[in-house]
Antibody, heavy 112, light 112 residues
Framework: VQLVESGGGLVQPGKSLKLSCSASGFTFSSYGMHWIRQAPGKGLDWVAY???????VYADAVKGRFTISRDNAKNTLYLQLNSLKSEDTAIYYC???????WGQGVMVTVSS | DVVMTQTPVSLSVSLGGQTSISCRSSQSLVHSDGNTYLYWYLQKPGQSPQLLIY???NRFSGVPDRFSGSGSGTDFTLKISRVEPEDLGVYYCYQGTHYPPTFGGGTKLELK
């Protein structure tokens, strides 16, 4: 199982970013997937979940601003981040449910 | 949301020694399907979290039997015996029974 995130970077408050998570080594379409984040020096914070049938659940802190989606044909998970705030600054991990396997993470920095 | 309280916040242990970490939830983690979705993770410095224990007491693939999980309802414990250098890092408990999923605040394991 391998999960590789991409798409992070430095973005201004109020702007948008789209993260990707490329999956391999398992039947991606059969598993639910999570996004989990970790602010610098802090603990783990669950963000969103998408089931194998594309049902979604969000943390209150991101509801209405973030959108989780998946493309089973491309074995890829996405997280669209809109209206970004400084408190969204974190390493974003994708993880297979469980969560059992995690990616290496991608840094998102929201700053002017 | 379910609050996960981990104690202690930090722990000093000698190599070869034994230690335990407590995790308490603000409500029962027994799911309506009869499972208890309590997990334990270790995050080594500079790495993403890795799953150690799932559903209270089941060791994940490749996890040595020095790690054991126990508990029920709202009280859970991770025991680590014969501590080795690669066991150092931050341990997190996680509940997936109630949405949103939540993590404990973490316990940092250091060498004495």
């Amino acid at each position: 199982v391998q999960l590789v995130e991409s798409g992070g970077g430095l973005v201004q408050p109020g702007k948008s970013l789209k993260l990707s998570c490329s999956a391999s080594g398992f039947t991606f379409s059969s598993y639910g997937m999570h996004w989990i984040r970790q602010a610098p020096g802090k603990g783990l914070d669950w963000v969103a979940y998408i089931s194998s049938s594309s049902g979604t659940v969000y943390a209150d802190a991101v509801k209405g601003r973030f959108t989780i989606s998946r493309d089973n044909a491309k074995n890829t998970l996405y997280l669209q981040l809109n209206s970004l705030k400084s408190e969204d600054t974190a390493i974003y991990y994708c993880a297979r449910t469980g969560p059992d396997y995690w990616g290496q993470g991608v840094m998102v920095t929201v700053s002017s | 949301d379910v609050v996960m309280t981990q104690t202690p916040v930090s722990l000093s242990v000698s190599l070869g020694g034994q230690t335990s970490i407590s995790c308490r939830s603000s409500q029962s983690l027994v799911h309506s399907d009869g499972n208890t979705y309590l997990y334990w993770y270790l995050q080594k410095p500079g790495q993403s979290p890795q799953l150690l224990i799932y559903k209270v007491s089941n060791r994940f693939s490749g996890v040595p039997d020095r790690f054991s999980g126990s508990g029920s309802g709202t009280d859970f414990t991770l025991k680590i015996s014969r501590v080795e250098p690669e066991d150092l890092g931050v341990y997190y408990c996680y509940q997936g029974t109630h949405y949103p999923p939540t993590f404990g605040g973490g316990t940092k394991l250091e060498l004495k």
